[in-house]
């Protein structure tokens, strides 16, 4: 069974920085597209950043310039380090490995950890 273990939500005044971390295993990881999405409550999940195997991001246009979507290999863990924090930013935020390898295209999720920002 594929996990994803999340870290690092919990609650910041506006303005102020959070780093989220998720490991996979490293079978699922070598071969993904890593990226964390956010969810708040009646609205569909959306992406915040990607992060492909040769370091290529990808950014929702609402974060960048804030938002640092990382991968260290070596750990099979990516990061998502979030400065400037806003409270539209609070949110559940999901880890996701979207898996590719032969015939196989597989998205991979974590639990989510929840991220409120207010003062």
């Known amino acids: 069974q594929v996990q994803l273990v999340e870290s690092g939500g919990g609650q910041v005044q506006p303005g102020g920085s959070l780093r989220l971390s998720c490991v996979a295993s490293?079978?699922?990881?070598?071969?993904?597209?890593m990226g964390w999405y956010r969810q708040t409550p009646g609205n569909e999940r959306e992406m915040v950043a990607t992060?492909?195997?040769?370091?290529?991001?990808n950014y929702a246009g609402g974060v960048q310039g804030r938002f640092t979507i990382d991968r260290e290999n070596a750990k099979n863990t990516v990061y998502l380090q979030m400065n400037s924090l806003k409270p539209e930013d609070t949110a559940v935020y999901y880890c996701?490995?979207?898996?590719?390898?032969?015939?196989?295209?597989?998205?991979?999720w974590g639990q989510g950890t929840k991220v409120t920002v207010s003062s």
């Open positions: 992060i492909a195997n040769n370091g290529a991001t």
């Open positions: 490293e079978t699922v990881f070598s071969r993904s597209t």
């Open positions: 996701c490995a979207e898996y590719e390898f032969a015939w196989v295209h597989q998205n991979y």
